[in-house]
């Protein structure tokens, strides 16, 4: 079992940036994929960006490629998610979560929210024009 802790979020204008943090209390010997998700009203949870492990391979959902960057600091087990060029519709929940499945399968299933089995409680992020 994985404990996850999402905290960064917040009320910005479009174009600035925020980095949201997943700290990851680990119980487990397995290995595992964290992954960003993110919810907004009325809408169903969106995978947003994963990273493997290793830290060494990364997924983003094609509306954020270019302006999110998700990585972690080796040595630590805080995964972050950097927000940059905001837009209001990146307004959401975001979700951070961890699952082993991705790892047993080489990534397979890294964007599918089926594949993760731990769940942070989210974090707002506002953005407005």
């Known amino acids: 079992q994985v404990q996850l802790a999402e905290s960064g979020g917040g009320l910005v204008q479009a174009g600035a940036s925020l980095r949201l943090s997943c700290e990851v209390s680990?119980?487990?010997?397995?290995?595992?994929?964290i992954a960003w998700f993110r919810q907004a009203p009325g809408k169903e949870r969106e995978f947003v960006a994963a990273?493997?492990?290793?830290?060494?391979?990364?997924y983003y959902a094609d509306a954020v490629k270019g302006r999110f960057t998700i990585f972690r600091e080796k040595g630590k087990s805080t995964r972050y998610l950097q927000l940059d060029d905001l837009k209001p519709e990146d307004t959401a929940v975001y979700y951070c979560?961890?699952?082993?499945?991705?790892?047993?399968?080489?990534?397979?299933?890294?964007?599918?929210?089926?594949?993760?089995?731990?769940w942070g409680q989210g974090t707002q992020v506002t953005v407005f024009s």
């Open positions: 979560a961890a699952g082993s499945g991705p790892e047993r399968h080489r990534g397979e299933g890294a964007m599918d929210l089926r594949e993760y089995v731990d």
């Open positions: 990273i493997r492990y290793s830290g060494e391979v990364t």
């Open positions: 680990e119980r487990s010997f397995n290995t595992y994929t």
